[in-house]
């Protein structure tokens, strides 16, 4: 097992954010990962520039005014959820995959996402 990592920029408050988290929990206890840390990021280390999650991922919180029109944004900003695990690549890859679909679910029909998301 190696250590793995998941990270996910969202536009989101901190009920948005417990939710995330509590999918990527319950993904990685499902397929017997081991949990071995998690940070929210405001700014992104090792960019040699400061570069914040807000310069980051903006295009996140255009999106939820555009799938929430007329819904304030209230305490939402843009983060990164950094979360490190020691599972195997396949493993991985399902976790990733499960919260994915989580996190917006497919169909045909137009819909908005709960949290507006991107998989780093």
Known sequence: MRTRTLRFGLYADE??????????????RA????????EVRRELP????????AEMYDFLAEQWFYEHPGRPAGTREPVELHVRLACS???W???RKQVLTALCPEGDAPHACRVPWFAA
């Open 15 to 28: 009920q948005g954010l417990a939710w995330v988290t509590g999918l990527v929990q319950e993904a990685a």
């Open 31 to 38: 397929r017997g990962a081991r949990l071995l840390g998690q």
């Open 46 to 53: 090792g960019s040699g520039t400061g570069l914040t999650t």
């Open 89 to 91: 690549l396949r493993t």
């Open 93 to 95: 890859r399902s976790i």
